[in-house]
């Protein structure tokens, strides 16, 4: 009898082990303010796959939740176990949400294998966490605006900025660098040739103000290996020819000239006044964001 209690207590304990364990995914989450779940199906955003889509899509394709009920309920169920388990990943639903209108996160979910992928890392995912939310999804309208004119582009993204009608995305500070130059090229760097002390965002700071002290630029480093960076170069003009030899041009310096602006949730008869006013016609819609 007493071996029997030691093993329900053991039994217990793990298991409330294990809970503590999981991973919040939206912990951090504030409900009191104005939140906003953007779930986009796979079938308008993403990479084409072979990946069926579900019945829950079929049924909601992309959607969007905002009920206080709801997003309770996803901050109190969506904790899960972290998991190594995920080459087969693909995403059903790429999901960002936003407090007060500013972005503050995204997961995708694999609903085939109940995967999650979020700041976290892979997690497992269960479906029935979202399919319980079946009463709250409210269709998305959306529509996706492909510019090949950069002034037109401008002119749009200015009138449109603060009706909340683009869909946010942690990438924004990065991406709408169009609106303050003309044009980037990308170039990778060997680390302890070009910065001799290593540290190459210090050499940066240094070279880029020196080797072209009256030009406005824009760079940002991604480090993928410890020998070489690659680096995102913004400008007005081509200044690919005035590189030093350490700058190895991946890509050319290119204008910007396929610029897309993602809407959700715009008043139509607001969006086709603004077109028709300002004479827009150089963009065309895409059905699709890969």
């Given at each position: 009898?007493?071996?029997?209690?030691?093993?329900?207590?053991?039994?217990?304990?793990?298991?409330?082990?294990?809970?503590?364990?999981?991973?919040?995914?939206?912990?951090?989450?504030?409900?009191?303010?104005?939140?906003?779940?953007?779930?986009?199906?796979?079938?308008?955003?993403?990479?084409?796959?072979?990946?069926?889509?579900?019945?829950?899509?079929?049924?909601?394709?992309?959607?969007?939740?905002?009920?206080?009920?709801?997003?309770?309920?996803?901050?109190?169920?969506?904790?899960?176990?972290?998991?190594?388990?995920?080459?087969?990943?693909?995403?059903?639903?790429?999901?960002?949400?936003?407090?007060?209108?500013?972005?503050?996160?995204?997961?995708?979910?694999?609903?085939?294998?109940?995967?999650?992928?979020?700041?976290?890392?892979?997690?497992?995912?269960?479906?029935?966490?979202?399919?319980?939310?079946?009463e709250y999804a409210k269709p998305i309208n959306s529509?996706?605006?492909?510019?090949?004119?950069?002034?037109?582009?401008?002119?749009?993204?200015?009138?449109?900025?603060?009706?909340?009608?683009?869909?946010?995305?942690?990438?924004?500070?990065?991406?709408?660098?169009?609106?303050?130059?003309?044009?980037?090229?990308?170039?990778?760097?060997?680390?302890?040739?070009?910065?001799?002390?290593?540290?190459?965002?210090?050499?940066?700071?240094?070279?880029?103000?020196?080797?072209f002290p009256n030009q406005d630029i824009y760079y940002?480093?991604?480090?993928?290996?410890?020998?070489?960076?690659?680096?995102?170069?913004?400008?007005?003009?081509?200044?690919?020819?005035?590189?030093?030899?350490?700058?190895?041009?991946?890509?050319?310096?290119?204008?910007?000239?396929?610029?897309?602006?993602?809407?959700?949730?715009?008043?139509?008869?607001?969006?086709?006044?603004?077109?028709?006013?300002?004479?827009?016609?150089?963009?065309?819609?895409?059905?699709?964001?890969?």
């Open positions: 009898m007493k071996i029997n209690k030691i093993i329900i207590i053991i039994i217990l304990s793990l298991a409330f082990i294990s809970c503590d364990n999981k991973i919040a995914l939206l912990n951090q989450l504030d409900t009191n303010k104005a939140v906003k779940f953007y779930f986009m199906s796979s079938e308008i955003m993403g990479p084409n796959n072979l990946h069926e889509i579900s019945d829950f899509q079929k049924k909601h394709r992309s959607f969007y939740i905002e009920n206080l009920d709801a997003l309770e309920l996803m901050k109190k169920n969506w904790k899960y176990n972290s998991t190594s388990d995920f080459d087969n990943f693909t995403a059903d639903y790429f999901i960002t949400y936003s407090e007060n209108g500013e972005y503050k996160g995204k997961i995708s979910v694999d609903l085939k294998n109940n995967i999650a992928i979020s700041g976290y890392g892979p997690t497992n995912f269960d479906k029935q966490h979202l399919f319980m939310l079946d529509k996706f605006f492909k510019f090949s004119n950069l002034k037109e582009a401008r002119i749009f993204y200015n009138l449109i900025k603060d009706k909340n009608w683009l869909l946010p995305s942690p990438n924004d500070k990065e991406y709408y660098k169009w609106l303050e130059y003309e044009g980037e090229s990308i170039i990778k760097v060997n680390n302890k040739k070009f910065a001799r002390d290593k540290d190459i965002n210090k050499a940066f700071k240094k070279f880029i103000p020196n080797k940002n480093i991604f480090r993928f290996t410890s020998e070489n960076s690659t680096v995102r170069i913004c400008s007005n003009t081509d200044l690919t020819k005035d590189f030093p030899e350490d700058f190895h041009v991946i890509i050319p310096w290119q204008k910007y000239n396929n610029i897309i602006l993602p809407l959700i949730d715009f008043n139509t008869f607001d969006l086709d006044e603004i077109i028709k006013k300002h004479q827009l016609s150089e963009f065309t819609i895409i059905d699709k964001i890969e």
